[in-house]
């Protein structure tokens, strides 16, 4: 669990560690300072168990909602994957599917919920944000990303509804 700061050239440092999967990662600074700073947050999140592996945190949402859709496939109702799969080709994916599980912000998101309630409507929308949650969630889970983006979203309102949902 241990890592190390090592000179790497004129100006460049690189800090390592070995992950929990036994392989050893590292990124490279320019400062010295700055790799020390990164590989102390590493020790931390491994120390904490909030440790994500990086490269599997690269995978789009795309890639990933094939995969989780994949797995979700045998406890679901044929509509329901008909759904979901209209859901991710339509308002999903078109925002999302190039995008690393890392990159997707909450306040991005919120954007996106704010843009899709307008084009495709608010429950649309609800059904649409409810999926990507559900998404992010079992990237949690797979250990692929810290926490989900999608918690504590406000849902957009239903016409006739006196509560914005969460």
């Not at 790497?8 to 992950?19: D, F, H, N, S, T």
């Not at 990933?64 to 044929?78: F, G, I, V």
């Not at 992010?136 to 989900?148: E, G, I, M, T």
């Amino acid at each position: 669990m241990a890592g190390f700061v090592e000179r790497r050239g004129q100006g460049r440092w690189r800090g390592r560690y070995r992950a929990p999967d036994g392989r050893e990662r590292s990124k490279t600074f320019t400062r010295k300072v700055d790799a020390e700073r990164w590989l102390s947050g590493v020790q931390v999140a491994l120390t904490r168990g909030d440790w994500n592996d990086p490269i599997q945190a690269r995978m789009t949402v795309g890639d990933w909602s094939e995969q989780w859709l994949t797995a979700k496939r045998p406890t679901l109702k044929a509509t329901t994957v008909e759904s979901y799969r209209s859901l991710l080709a339509t308002c999903i994916l078109p925002t999302w599917g190039q995008v690393p599980l890392a990159a997707v912000g909450h306040a991005e998101i919120g954007a996106w919920m704010a843009r899709l309630s307008i084009n495709v409507g608010p429950s649309r929308c609800r059904k649409a944000a409810t999926v990507l949650s559900g998404m992010l969630s079992a990237a949690v889970r797979d250990q692929r990303l810290s926490q989900n983006p999608c918690d504590g979203l406000t849902l957009p309102r239903l016409p006739g509804s006196s509560s914005t949902g969460s």
